[in-house]
């Protein structure tokens, strides 16, 4: 599996979105992906991008794992930093994600600042809603709108 | 050289450069070069970040990321030496032995022999703190070292004198100056409390803890750091113990192995028979011997 990064910078050199870039990796590789959404929308506020662009690139049928998280908001840019709880617009990033991949194995990555074991394992659970909610067609009307 | 490789390695230098004492990312490198024209030629500028802020991001938690890790794997040499002093160290070693390996655990890898050039970063208790990061170094080569196969009966009994014994990868022993496995053990329990940092009590073991190193005086010791079940652990061994294993180490055959551990020792001949059942026995059970 090939994961994506979170950036925070551009090169001139670049030629392509890095969706499109993960995308002919993981087609040229024959690959799966760990999707790491948090990744994808620290990238989108340092690179103003919108992050359900890059959730509905990726190959739905290549996403073998999802990987959440919390980040630290900066003045003039967020970074990666796994010290918080999952943030609202992450979660509708995920509740995205796995509407077109299914539900998914998920990783709750929180390795600083770490609170009490109920609380990692709390927000840890808070995933199983939404792949309820995406096993429920119903439900899935209902993400739709939120986002 | 292809377009891409030339940009790696050009980011690789600015990202990899140390950092000024402010840990900001550096106008000009040390060899001259202005930092500010690389990054504008490299990196795009957005609505908020010029190209050098973007890149110094990456400049300071590559090095933030470097100092953590090496903070947690020389947590006693801290405790010897004080934070302040632990910082100095950490910037100047880590410039002059950058990271090399794929894996942050090699960071301390030249911690030692540095450090017997550079005694100025652990006056004035050298000796205390250089005993200190022999044994942390050995809990990380213990921690992670590979194991091999155990030794059978088949091959215990095709053993002479003449024969050479195989030791675990993972074994290290020590001959210290200080007694720093209780030292280390008691840092490694104060910093796994650090939940409860800002309490009373946790104030009173750091005190304590300080007073304890204050207060260290010399005492030889001879010390196994070891491996047994996923767990590092320090075993407290004779002189004729260290002897024999380090000889064994070494490549020595048995017969002389046991020569070299019983040289000068003060343990009678007669007890010398039991004394080596008593080792190997111990030795054997916890799977030091392979194939």
Redesign the interface.
């Known amino acids: 599996m090939v994961e994506n990064v979170s950036s ?6 670049s030629e392509m979105t890095e969706w499109e870039f993960l995308n002919e990796v993981v087609e040229r590789a024959d690959c799966g992906i760990l999707l790491d959404v948090n990744n994808i929308y620290v990238s989108s506020q ?3 991008f919108d992050p359900f662009t890059y959730v509905n690139a990726v190959p739905a049928e290549r996403i073998a794992q999802i990987h959440i998280a919390g980040h630290s908001r900066f003045e ?2 967020i ?1 990666d930093t796994h010290d918080h709880p999952v943030l609202e617009p992450v979660w509708q990033l995920y509740a995205r994600t796995i509407e077109r991949a299914g539900p998914t194995a998920t990783l709750l990555e929180w390795d600083d600042n770490i609170p009490s074991f109920e609380e990692v394992h709390a927000e840890a659970l808070k995933a199983n809603q939404f792949l309820q909610a995406a096993a429920k067609p119903a439900v899935r009307e209902l993400a739709e709108t939120t986002r | 050289m292809s ?1 891409l490789l030339e ?1 790696q390695r050009r980011v690789a230098a600015a990202v990899m450069h140390p950092l000024t004492r402010q840990e900001t990312m550096p106008r000009r490198r040390r060899d001259g070069a202005s930092n500010k024209s690389e990054e504008d ?4 500028p ?4 010029s ?1 050098f ?3 110094e ?2 400049n300071r ?1 590559y090095w933030f990321r470097l100092y953590s890790s090496f903070e947690e794997d020389f947590p006693g040499l801290m405790a010897v030496i004080g934070r302040k002093k632990f910082d100095a160290l950490t910037r100047a070693y880590l410039t002059d032995f950058p990271s090399q390996s794929f894996s942050l655990r090699n960071l301390g890898s030249q911690l030692e022999r540095w450090l017997l050039t550079h005694r100025e970063f652990i006056a004035p208790r050298a000796e205390l703190a250089l005993d200190m990061i022999r044994i942390e170094w050995a809990h990380i080569e213990a921690f992670d070292s590979a194991a091999d196969p155990l030794i059978d009966a088949d091959d215990l009994a095709g053993i002479h004198d003449g024969s050479q014994l195989h030791l675990q990868p993972y074994l290290r022993v020590l001959e210290l100056r200080y007694p720093v496995d209780d030292l280390i053990i008691e840092v490694r329990s104060e910093s796994g409390s650090s939940d409860a940092s800002s309490n009373n009590a946790s104030i009173a073991r750091k005190r304590r803890t300080v007073r304890h190193i204050a207060a260290m005086e010399q005492e030889e010791i001879f010390l196994a750091v070891h491996r047994h079940e996923n767990s590092v652990y320090y075993k407290r061994l004779n002189r004729e113990d260290h002897l024999l294993l380090s000889a064994l180490m070494a490549g020595e055959p048995i017969g002389k192995a046991i020569d070299l551990a019983f040289a000068d020792s003060a343990i009678p001949e007669e007890d010398r028979v039991p004394f080596l059942q008593t080792a190997f026995q111990s030795w054997s059970s916890l799977g030091w011997f392979t194939r």
């Open positions: 925070y910078a551009e090169y001139h050199a340092n690179h103003n003039k840019y970074l | 377009e940009i030629a490299l990196i795009k957005n609505d908020r970040l190209s802020e973007r890149l991001i990456y938690q």
